[in-house]
């Protein structure tokens, strides 16, 4: 019998890799997810960051034009400017403590309840495909489809190596180079 871990993420099996969110469904999430689900999505997005950092970002890393922060897996110091989209939705978030994401109580959110409060909305569109963490391949991938060089989405996700950016933004890179080399040869 198999033990029951209840605290463990769940597992991707080895046959479904990992995906950046198709912008068809980064629009649904938009349109239908409101107040934490958005704030979780967008913090997300607009940062690049893994889950676990997005958790434990704090309002006093903020400085108004981004946030500061170091990542737990990596131990890098990054600054972050905030898009549009992540300035907007963080003016509108209450501060009920000292983390941005936070539950009612004002302490931090856990892992397991932001990936049930995103859960429901990716339901709701269709998208249970695709988890939380994909939406770091989404920030990758979007950055390279704007043809960004891997030292500049490195500087953004604090991938320690040009090899993680190429398995983040391979696809859509070769998107971007190919619609560019056809366009050159008019």
Same mark, same amino acid.
Request: aromatic content about 4%; hydrophobic content about 35%; proline content about 6%.
């Given at each position: ?28 999430? =938009? ?18 960051? =893994? ?33 549009? #989209? ?58 390279? /489809? ?22 983040? /933004?391979?696809?859509? =890179?070769? #998107? ?11």
């Amino acid at each position: 019998p198999q033990s029951c871990r209840p605290c463990a993420r769940p597992s991707r099996p080895p046959s479904q890799p990992r995906q950046p969110w198709p912008i068809d469904l980064v629009k649904a999430y =938009r349109e239908v997810a409101t107040g934490r689900a958005l704030l979780i999505f967008e913090l997300c997005v607009g940062t690049g960051q =893994r889950i676990g950092d997005v958790l434990k970002m704090q309002w006093g890393q903020l400085d108004g034009d981004g946030i500061s922060l170091r990542q737990g897996k990596t131990g890098r110091e990054l600054y972050i400017p905030l898009t549009g #989209r992540l300035r907007r939705v963080l003016d509108q978030t209450p501060r009920k403590g000292l983390s941005i994401v936070a539950g009612k109580d004002g302490r931090p959110l856990s892992y397991r309840a932001a990936a049930d409060c995103v859960m429901k909305t990716r339901k709701q569109i269709g998208a249970e495909g695709y988890d939380i963490h994909s939406l770091r391949y989404t920030t990758a991938a979007e950055l390279a /489809a704007l043809g960004l060089s891997d030292e500049v989405i490195m500087s953004l996700t604090g991938h320690a190596t040009i090899a993680m950016v190429a398995r983040y /933004a391979g696809p859509a =890179r070769q #998107r971007h180079r190919a619609i560019e080399a056809q366009g050159r040869r008019g």
